[in-house]
């Protein structure tokens, strides 16, 4: 596990912010543990690259692995706490819209109303 550093500013330009928002879109999933609220992004590890630029450009994320479970060869990069309600949040509230992605942003609402975001 590896924790994002806490230098680089959460400044993204529109296309950090496109591929952030797309990949969640694609991948990502809204939930928690019952506790708190996270953001979870699991992928095979041919997409390290991806996950690591993720983890540099997120202070406060975390990225896991990588795993090998049940023949399955994975990372798994997480957002929870400040980093999720202080820098997720209000990326997503601007960007995932319903007209974007229906599915995608009743996920992220319903992880919203669960825990009180």
Request: charged residues 25%; hydrophobic residues 35%; negative net charge.
């Amino acid at each position: 596990m590896a924790e994002a550093p806490e230098g680089p500013s959460a400044d993204l330009n529109d296309f950090e912010i496109g591929v952030l928002v797309g990949v969640l879109i694609g991948e990502g999933h809204f939930g928690g543990d019952g506790r708190q609220p996270q953001v979870t992004l699991r992928m095979h590890t041919r997409s390290e690259a991806l996950f690591r630029w993720l983890h540099a450009r997120v202070p406060g994320s975390r990225l896991y692995g990588p795993y090998d479970h049940g023949g399955r060869h994975y990372f798994q990069w997480m957002v929870r706490g400040p980093a999720l309600r202080e820098l997720l949040v209000p990326l997503l509230d601007r960007h995932l819209t319903d007209d974007l992605d229906g599915h995608a942003y009743e996920r992220y609402t319903k992880m919203k109303a669960d825990y009180r975001l």
